[in-house]
């Protein structure tokens, strides 16, 4: 779990810029492998970094997915891991119901329990 955090740091330390990309993700398959994605800022427009990290996946043709963690940097270079947004939630529960979704440097909870009682695919 730490390690993926630490990928996640290094992803949007490295492409960090104030108001264009400010939160990191890094993925990991049942492969093993790693993908990543940053945020996208652009006016009325915002792209979460896990949908970035999720594309990389599947375009390597990977399709199972086992953890996720989005970290957010701060303006003063602090880091936080951040809860999945709605969108996110749904985005998991569609394409990784049984991911692991990292809420902190202790916690993590399956995707399909972030949003009890919604709608899944079966």
């Given at each position: 779990?730490?390690?993926l955090?630490?990928?996640?740091?290094?992803?949007?330390?490295?492409?960090y810029?104030?108001?264009?990309?400010?939160?990191?993700?890094?993925?990991?398959?049942?492969s093993?492998?790693?993908?990543?994605?940053?945020?996208?800022?652009?006016?009325?427009?915002?792209?979460?970094?896990?949908?970035?990290?999720?594309?990389?996946?599947f375009?390597?043709?990977e399709?199972?997915?086992?953890m996720?963690?989005?970290?957010?940097?701060?303006?003063?270079g602090?880091?936080?891991?951040?809860?999945?947004?709605?969108?996110?939630?749904?985005?998991?529960?569609?394409y990784?119901?049984?991911?692991?979704?990292?809420?902190?440097?202790?916690?993590?909870?399956?995707?399909?329990?972030?949003?009890?009682?919604?709608?899944q695919?079966?």
């Amino acid at each position: 779990m730490n390690d993926l955090i630490e990928i996640a740091k290094e992803v949007i330390e490295n492409h960090y810029q104030k108001g264009r990309h400010s939160t990191g993700a890094a993925m990991r398959t049942k492969s093993g492998k790693v993908y990543t994605g940053i945020s996208i800022n652009a006016q009325k427009l915002h792209l979460c970094s896990e949908w970035g990290a999720l594309h990389q996946a599947f375009l390597a043709g990977e399709s199972e997915i086992e953890m996720i963690v989005a970290v957010h940097r701060t303006c003063e270079g602090d880091f936080e891991i951040y809860s999945p947004c709605g969108l996110c939630r749904e985005l998991f529960i569609t394409y990784c119901p049984d991911a692991e979704v990292i809420l902190s440097d202790k916690t993590s909870v399956r995707a399909k329990d972030l949003l009890p009682n919604a709608w899944q695919k079966k």
